[in-house]
């Protein structure tokens, strides 16, 4: 979801994966989490010159959409609202990475035990709904009714 800029194009790409797709059919929707992004900003200080470039709005806290940017980020309400067009349920709301992305230096050198030791904490946190929103990525996973 995070390439796909306008709405139309998010419908576009949802309304074709859910028409090639057979009944009880499992879609995936991945996308990075504005407000993670937003908080990234701030801590990598680049939030005042990214208002003042217009990239974001410091009104809402989101990004303008015309911006030529990679990627756009979004919030679990602008893909609910995108979804509830759709014969679907969600099964699963994922953090992916969490909070990883802040310690990635030190999480790269972790030792095979440490590693081990963080990915269980991770399988625990990742579908808790007041861990989720400090994922940088989400899956979201639904089935096609």
Known sequence: MYHLFT??????????????AK??????????????CVYRNFAERTMIEKVNKGIFDAEIFKENK?????????????VDKIMSSYNVQRLHYVGVDMLTSFFRESFNDFTKEEFELYMKYH?????????????FHILDIFKKL
């Open 123 to 135: 399988y625990q946190i990742c579908e808790r709904k007041d861990m989720i929103g400090m994922s």
């Open 7 to 20: 709405d139309e194009d998010k419908h576009k790409a949802v309304s074709e994966a859910i028409r090639v």
């Open 23 to 36: 009944k009880n059919a499992v879609i995936f929707a991945a996308y990075c989490n504005l407000d993670t």
């Open 66 to 78: 015309l911006q030529n940017t990679l990627f756009l980020q979004c919030r679990k309400e602008d």
